[in-house]
Nanobody, 124 residues
């Protein structure tokens, strides 16, 4: 079992940047493939990014590709999502997710554990 706690969300102006963090506890984070998803009001949960257990492989959703970077520090049991050039349409609750697998899923059904989410609001 693993617990995930997101932080770093907030209000930012369009064009700005944010760094989200996801701290894992309960088991060593290197056990897990980690992902970030987001969900805006009235919309389905959307894949943002994912990273392999060792950090050598990453994947990004089309809507954030080129503007986001996912990284991890297994010594700190933390995964990060750096977001640049933020747009109002990036406004959503951002969720961290984990699964014990070498496969890096890009769908929410591929993950076993979820955090509570952190709100990101981008003003125009």
């Amino acid at each position: 079992q693993v617990q995930l706690v997101e932080s770093g969300g907030g209000l930012v102006q369009a064009g700005g940047s944010l760094r989200l963090s996801c701290a894992t506890s309960g088991r060593t984070s290197s056990t897990y493939v980690m992902g970030w998803f987001r969900q805006a009001p009235g919309k389905e949960r959307e894949f943002v990014a994912a990273i392999s257990r060792g950090g050598s492989s990453t994947s990004y959703g089309d809507s954030v590709k080129g503007r986001c970077t996912i990284s991890r520090d297994n010594a700190k049991n933390t995964v990060y999502l750096h977001m640049n050039s933020l747009k109002p349409e990036d406004t959503a609750v951002y969720y961290c997710a984990a699964r014990t697998s070498i496969v890096v899923p890009t769908t929410s059904s591929g993950y076993d554990y979820w955090g509570q989410g952190t709100q990101v609001t981008v003003s125009s």
